[in-house]
């Protein structure tokens, strides 16, 4: 999981146009996609190590810096949270620039308070 760092999702996440995101499903009708989606997943799924790797280690980020102590199988939920604008809209006002907001943060080592 080394190979995807902070930089590593900032860059791609970065380069995917603002009308490319989809809220509310990993991937939509019309080629629309979620943090998820963009890594390889077409469902969110109920175990941790069902996730691609590169998933796995996007929920890993948001895990450590949410301090998130629930069990572990729960914590993908941070990320979709975040993608769709779950009570995280001080992050901005669309899924792109929410995401990109908390990966700059974490690379900045601010709190998410």
Known sequence: MEQYTVDY?????SNIPDNRWAVGECCDKKGKYCA???CGEEALHPHFDLYTKES?????LFA???NDNKKFDDKFKLVYHVNDGWHTERFGLSP???????????????SDL
């Open 56 to 60: 796995q280690a996007l929920i890993l």
């Open 96 to 110: 792109k620039e929410r995401i990109l907001t908390v990966l700059k943060m974490i690379k900045d080592g601010k």
């Open 64 to 66: 450590n810096f949410f």
């Open 9 to 13: 999702f900032i860059d791609k996440f």
């Open 36 to 38: 998820f989606g963009y």
